[in-house]
C-alpha cells in the first residue's frame, strides 16, 4: 500500500526566509510519481512541481526548488525567500504505477505555511 | 480555456438525506476522480470514473456512488447521511494514457451535515 508523510503540520516564517516542506513516501512500485500541492484558504489545490520515479535530477523552478531522494524514501520542496502570497497548506502526494485511465493520488496531511511580512 | 468547475459550492444537509455532487472536467479530460478532504486533513481518493465506468475506487462505502456522462461530466452521490461526511469534495479531472500528468482540481464542493 502507498502512504506519504507529511511530518510538519505548521511553520511559521517571516518574509524573505527560505521555507523546507519535507516529505516521505512508502511504495512497493518501481514507477511511480511525487507531485507537491498548494492549497489557499479558498480550496483549490494547485498542482506545483512533479517528479518521475526514474528521475532523480533535482531542479529548481523560478522561488521553487524540490529534492528527490529514492534512497530515503524523500521528495522535500523549498521556497525560497518566502512572500506573504505563499501561505497556504502544502500537501505532498503519490501516484503508484501506470494505469490507462490513470492514477489515484495518495496524499500527505499537508503542512500549513504561514509567511509573516 | 475553463478549468474544472464543480456545483453547487456549498451544501447544507441533515442526517439521513441524499446528496448529489456535480464537476465537469477540463478541456481535452476524460478522466475525474473524487476525494474526500476532511477538516484539517489531506484529500482522500474515493473512486475514479474513465469512459463511463468506475475504474478504481478508494476505502470508501457503497452509500458514495458515482457517475460518469458521454460528455465526461460526473456525479457524486452520497445516500444516507452521517455527521462524518461534513467535508470539502474535491473532483480531479485527467487526461487517460498521461499518468505522469497532474490531476487539476476545482474548488470543491463544501457540505455540511446537521
Known amino acids: 500500500a502507498q502512504k506519504v508523510t507529511q511530518a510538519q503540520t505548521e511553520i511559521s516564517v517571516v518574509e524573505k526566509e527560505d521555507v523546507t516542506l519535507d516529505c516521505v513516501y512508502e511504495t512497493r512500485d518501481t514507477t511511480y510519481y511525487l507531485f507537491w500541492y498548494k492549497q489557499p484558504p479558498s480550496g483549490e489545490l494547485v498542482f506545483l512541481i512533479r517528479r518521475n520515479s526514474f528521475d532523480e535530477q533535482n531542479e529548481i523552478s523560478g522561488r521553487y526548488s524540490w529534492n528527490f531522494q529514492k534512497s530515503t524514501s524523500s521528495f522535500n520542496f523549498t521556497i525560497t525567500a518566502s512572500q506573504v502570497v505563499d501561505s497556504a497548506v502544502y500537501f505532498c502526494a503519490l501516484s503508484e504505477g501506470v494505469r490507462a485511465a490513470g492514477n489515484k493520488l495518495t496524499f500527505g496531511g499537508g503542512t500549513r505555511v504561514l509567511v509573516k511580512p | 480555456d475553463a478549468g474544472v468547475t464543480q456545483s453547487p459550492t456549498h451544501l447544507i444537509k441533515t442526517r439521513g438525506q441524499q446528496v448529489t455532487l456535480r464537476c465537469s472536467p477540463k478541456s481535452g479530460h476524460d478522466t475525474v476522480s473524487w476525494y474526500q478532504q476532511a477538516l484539517g486533513q489531506g484529500p482522500q481518493f474515493i473512486f475514479q470514473y474513465y469512459e463511463e465506468e468506475e475504474r478504481q475506487r478508494g476505502n470508501f462505502p457503497d452509500r458514495f456512488s458515482g457517475h460518469q456522462f458521454p460528455n465526461y461530466s460526473s456525479e457524486l452521490n452520497v445516500n444516507a447521511l452521517l455527521l462524518g461526511d461534513s467535508a470539502l469534495y474535491l473532483c480531479?479531472?485527467?487526461?487517460?494514457?498521461?499518468?505522469?500528468?497532474?490531476?487539476?482540481f476545482g474548488d470543491g464542493t463544501r457540505l455540511s451535515i446537521l
Open positions: 480531479a479531472s485527467s487526461r487517460a494514457g498521461y499518468s505522469n500528468q497532474p490531476q487539476h
